[in-house]
């Protein structure tokens, strides 16, 4: 993938954002100010919301990036019109034999949530996996009272795959955990 002829693509630049590394420290404030937003934890992930502390993020982090081969692929999102840092998005549990990897997205602040941002990252990550990680499908799973998710992964090319009934109880209701998927092949032929 040449973007002259002579020089590759930036692999980690999308239409709206880069994907970067940042340092721990930054990650752990970050991380922490997000996740006193219970909103936004509830899209993340199924755990109660609990705000966790700047340190004890960063030394989860730590524990990641330690790791060689790296477990997971973490990246920060950074806003390509200021350069501000608005999200994360990574590659877990990699199963090299299979060719598959699971993907998570989130991003921090309110007011960059329905902008395309998330869409863009997605496309990013995608192009990184399949290209330069030679996975053959990455999935994710999603809750159902996550709608702009789930239209969000659709443009990136995901499919629906199944889901798991009444999964999750929020509020007193129960609601299911959507699974979707994209294969290598779907990815092509959507970027060809």
């Given at each position: 993938m040449q973007t002259d002829g002579m020089s590759p693509a930036d692999i980690f630049r999308g239409e709206r954002v880069r994907l970067a590394m940042e340092a721990p420290k930054i990650i752990g404030e970050l991380f922490s100010r997000w996740g006193r937003d219970s909103e936004y934890w509830r899209l993340l992930a199924s755990d109660p919301a609990t705000p966790r502390s700047p340190k004890a993020i960063q030394a989860w982090v730590e524990k990641f990036l330690e790791k060689d081969p790296p477990e997971v692929y973490m990246f920060m999102i950074r806003a390509l019109e200021d350069d501000r840092?608005?999200?994360?998005?990574?590659?877990?549990?990699?199963?090299?034999?299979?060719?598959?990897?699971?993907?998570?997205l989130s991003l921090g602040e309110r007011s960059d949530w329905g902008k395309g941002y998330g869409t863009d990252a997605m496309r990013v990550i995608l192009r990184y996996a399949f290209t330069e990680l030679n996975l053959a499908r990455v999935s994710l799973t999603v809750f159902e009272y996550n709608p702009r998710a789930m239209?969000?992964?659709?443009?990136?090319?995901?499919?629906?795959?199944?889901?798991?009934?009444?999964?999750?109880?929020?509020?007193?209701?129960?609601?299911?955990?959507?699974?979707?998927?994209?294969l290598r092949e779907e990815w092509q032929a959507m970027n060809a």
């Open positions: 840092l608005i999200g994360e998005i990574g590659l877990d549990g990699v199963q090299w034999e299979h060719g598959e990897s699971f993907v998570g239209r969000s992964y659709e443009k990136a090319g995901f499919r629906y795959e199944g889901r798991s009934r009444q999964f999750l109880r929020r509020d007193g209701q129960r609601y299911d955990l959507l699974f979707m998927g994209i």
